[in-house]
C-alpha cells in the first residue's frame, strides 16, 4: 500500500468511551465500540481499518465505559505496531490524569487529558474519530482539503434524513464548504437548503493542525462555561472565530466495484443494528467486507472451519444466503437469512431465520428462532419459539419497536427459572 504524504504526519486518535445506551443489553458489558459487527469484527475496527488504510502509522484510542472487553480486543487484534518503524498504538483509559475527581467529561477532555501523550509522537496533524460508526473512508483525502483550504478545523460531514439528524450535529455550510452554523443535537433539525427532508450532519470527525488543536482545548478546559465537548463547544467556537469547514463523505468514502452508494451506518439501535448486519446476506450487500483493497483489520481468533452436517429430509444442516464464521457447527439445522458469528453451535431440527448470532451461542434443538440477536455465549433451550408471538415474546426478551428480539442470558435463566 503507498504510504500517504500527509497521513504519514498525522496521529488519529479514536473515542471510544461511549456506552451506546440504545443498544440496551448488548451494551451491558462492554462498550459500544466494541460490539461485535459483520461476523469477525468489533465496531471500532471500521474506524482504526480506515486509518491504517489511508496511511496512518501512529493511533491512540480513548476508552471509558466498560472497556476491559474493548482493550482485550485491541490488545489482541491491534498489537502490530512497531514503534522500530515509527509506528504507535496507545490505549488510553479514563484515568484521573488531571484531577483524582476527574473522568473524561466530554470528548474534548478525552484528548485535552492525554495531550502531553500525543504532544510527545509530535504529530503534524491530528484526526479526531468516533469509533462507534460503521464506514469505510480514506482520511487522506480529508487531511488534503485540510491543508489546501487553509482550515483551522475540518469536519467530516453527511447527509441524513432531517428526522434522524436531532442525534447529530448539524450544520450550514456556503459554497465553499465553509461552515457558517453549527448545532448540536437540535430537537428541530434545520434543513438544507433546497432539500426540507435531509440535513447535514457531522459524522464525529474532525481535523486539526496539532499545536492549534492544543491550544483550543486549553482555551476550552479554562472556561468554566464549557461541557469539555467537541461538538458542543470547540466546534460552534470556530465557526463563530475562525475557519471551520466541512468535507463531505462522499469525496473520502472507500467503494469497490460491487458498492452502489457511499455506506455509512450508525449502528445504534437494537434494529439498525439487525439490519446492518443482515443487509451483509444480501447477494450484493451494500457494504462490501470482501474488498481486498480496504481489508476490515481485526483480531482473527484461531479456530477450524465452518462445519455442517447430516443430509436426511428432515434433518439436513443447510444455510442460504446467510453468512457462517469459522469455528460453527451446523448441525441438521437450517439457516436463512441469519449471520453468524465464530463457534457458533446449532443443533438438529434448528431453524434459524434473519437473525444475528454472536459467539459461542448453542441453540438447542427444534428451536425455531425469527428476527433476533442473541448475545454472546447464550445457551438456548431446547424447542424455544422466538419470531411468532410478538406479545409473548415481549413479556419474556427485549423486543424493539421493529419488532427484533434481544436475547440475553439473564433473560433465559429467568425463562428457565420461572
Not at 16 to 34: F, I, Y
Not at 350 to 375: C, M, Q, T
Request: hydrophobic share 40%; glycine share 6%; aromatic share 10%.
Amino acid at each position: 500500500m503507498q504510504e500517504a504524504p500527509y497521513a504519514r504526519y498525522a496521529m488519529a486518535y479514536v473515542l471510544a468511551g461511549g456506552r451506546g445506551s440504545r443498544l440496551m443489553e448488548l451494551t451491558d458489558k462492554r462498550a459500544k465500540p466494541a460490539v461485535y459487527f459483520g461476523g469477525k469484527s468489533r465496531i471500532i475496527d471500521f474506524a482504526l481499518s480506515n486509518a491504517l488504510n489511508s496511511g496512518i502509522k501512529r493511533i491512540a484510542v480513548a476508552t471509558q465505559y466498560k472497556a476491559h472487553s474493548l482493550i482485550r480486543h485491541l490488545q489482541r487484534g491491534w498489537s502490530f505496531f512497531r514503534t522500530e518503524r515509527n509506528e504507535s498504538f496507545d490505549i488510553l483509559p479514563a484515568s484521573q490524569r488531571v484531577a483524582e475527581d476527574m473522568w473524561y467529561i466530554g470528548t474534548a477532555d478525552a484528548v485535552y487529558q492525554n495531550a502531553d501523550i500525543i504532544e510527545s509522537y509530535e504529530p503534524r496533524w491530528i484526526i479526531i474519530l468516533a469509533g462507534d460508526h460503521i464506514y469505510k473512508m480514506d482520511y487522506e483525502k480529508m487531511l488534503q482539503q485540510h491543508v489546501d483550504q487553509q482550515a483551522d478545523v475540518t469536519v467530516g460531514c453527511i447527509e441524513v434524513p432531517r428526522h434522524e439528524a436531532s442525534g447529530f450535529g448539524v450544520m450550514h455550510v456556503d459554497e465553499t464548504d465553509r461552515i457558517i452554523d453549527f448545532i448540536e443535537k437540535p430537537k428541530n433539525p434545520p434543513a438544507m437548503p433546497g432539500k426540507p427532508d435531509t440535513a447535514l450532519a457531522s459524522m464525529g470527525i474532525y481535523v486539526f493542525e496539532a499545536n492549534f488543536l492544543y491550544e483550543q482545548l486549553r482555551r476550552d478546559a479554562a472556561d468554566p462555561r464549557s461541557s469539555r465537548d467537541f461538538g458542543k463547544d470547540i466546534i460552534p467556537f470556530l465557526v463563530a472565530n475562525g475557519k471551520a469547514v466541512a468535507h463531505p463523505f462522499s469525496r473520502s468514502c472507500v467503494r469497490s466495484d460491487f458498492e452502489r452508494a457511499p455506506y455509512w451506518r450508525d449502528v445504534g439501535t437494537i434494529d439498525a443494528y439487525h439490519a446492518a448486519n443482515i443487509d451483509l446476506t444480501d447477494v450484493t450487500p451494500e457494504l462490501d467486507l470482501f474488498d481486498r483493497d480496504w481489508p476490515i483489520w481485526t483480531y482473527g481468533e484461531v479456530v477450524p472451519p465452518a462445519k455442517f452436517v447430516h443430509d436426511d429430509e428432515t434433518r439436513r444442516g443447510q444455510a442460504i444466503s446467510s453468512l457462517v464464521s469459522g469455528g460453527c457447527i451446523v448441525s441438521g439445522a437450517s439457516l436463512r437469512r441469519a449471520l453468524l458469528f465464530t463457534g457458533v453451535r446449532v443443533n438438529s431440527y434448528a431453524h434459524v431465520e434473519n437473525s444475528v448470532v454472536l459467539p459461542y451461542v448453542d441453540i438447542g434443538r427444534s428451536a425455531r428462532l425469527r428476527k433476533v440477536v442473541i448475545d454472546r455465549g447464550v445457551r438456548i433451550p431446547e424447542g424455544l419459539v422466538v419470531g411468532e408471538d410478538a406479545a409473548l415474546d415481549a413479556s419474556r426478551f427485549r423486543r424493539s419497536e421493529g419488532g427484533v428480539c434481544l436475547i440475553t442470558q439473564p433473560m433465559i435463566d429467568r425463562l428457565t427459572n420461572a
